[in-house]
Antibody, heavy 122, light 105 residues
Framework: EVQLVESGGGVVQPGGSLRLSCAASGFTFDDYAMHWVRQAPGKGLEWVSL????????YYADSVKGRFTISRDNSKNSLYLQMNSLRTEDTALYYC???????????????WGQGTTVTVSS | DIQLTQSPSFLSASVGDRVTITCRAS??????LAWYQQKPGKAPKLLIYAASTLQSGVPSRFSGSGSGTEFTLTISSLQPEDFATYYC???????FGQGTKLEIK
């Protein structure tokens, strides 16, 4: 079964740091790019970051650029999001999601985890 | 930057109804659009990609159409399990629309 399981969420003060993890199983992890998507309480979906299958290319939303770092360890089938200089507006449920790309065409995110909650509050 | 606008933001309908949700892009995006369904407390689910291609396992009552700047998601006959929030996503920028909440009338 294809599965993604996030962990690492918690409560942190503004300016603090947190590292999220996403454990993947059921598919050849390094064949696929991976995303982080977040959802603030009662709000819509916001794409956060993308990393290529080999980890060589990374992309970020403007709202997190320079503060968040996406990475992966293909030997551990794991995806990470290092979040620094956290702000109250970063409070959200953070999902990892598997990229759905066919023959170089990106078609969306076809597998999602259950999410991990990050709360930034003093 | 491309903006996506979904309409309506809220939609009230009954089981058996045909409903249509629209997603408009501020500039042409060809067919680079996906639709997702999200139920309360659950992760989003990919329904349609490339504007009109049904993801495997998605019931045929769901359909998507459009290209350029205007896209639609249609549910031909609403079932109880379809009441959820629906999001479009622009596939070049990964940007999501603001969502359409479909509620039971």
């Amino acid at each position: 079964e294809v599965q993604l399981v996030e962990s690492g969420g918690g409560v942190v003060q503004p300016g603090g740091s947190l590292r999220l993890s996403c454990a993947a199983s059921g598919f050849t992890f390094d064949d696929y790019a991976m995303h982080w998507v977040r959802q603030a309480p009662g709000k819509g979906l916001e794409w956060v970051s993308l990393i290529s299958g080999d980890g060589g290319s990374t992309y970020y939303a403007d709202s997190v650029k320079g503060r968040f770092t996406i990475s992966r360890d293909n030997s551990k089938n794991s995806l990470y999001l290092q979040m620094n200089s956290l702000r109250t507006e970063d409070t959200a449920l953070y999902y990892c999601a598997k990229d759905y790309t066919i023959f170089g065409n990106y078609y969306g995110m076809d597998v999602w985890g259950q999410g991990t909650t990050v709360t930034v509050s003093s | 930057d491309i903006q996506l606008t979904q309409s309506p933001s809220f939609l009230s309908a009954s089981v058996g109804d045909r409903v249509t949700i629209t997603c408009r892009a501020s500039q042409g995006i060809s067919s680079y659009l996906a639709w997702y369904q999200q139920k309360p407390g659950k992760a989003p689910k990919l329904l349609i990609y490339a504007a009109s291609t049904l993801q495997s396992g998605v019931p045929s009552r769901f359909s998507g159409s459009g290209s350029g700047t205007e896209f639609t998601l249609t549910i031909s006959s609403l079932q109880p399990e379809d009441f959820a929030t629906y999001y479009c996503q622009q596939l070049n920028s990964y940007l999501f629309g603001q969502g359409t909440k479909l509620e039971i009338k």
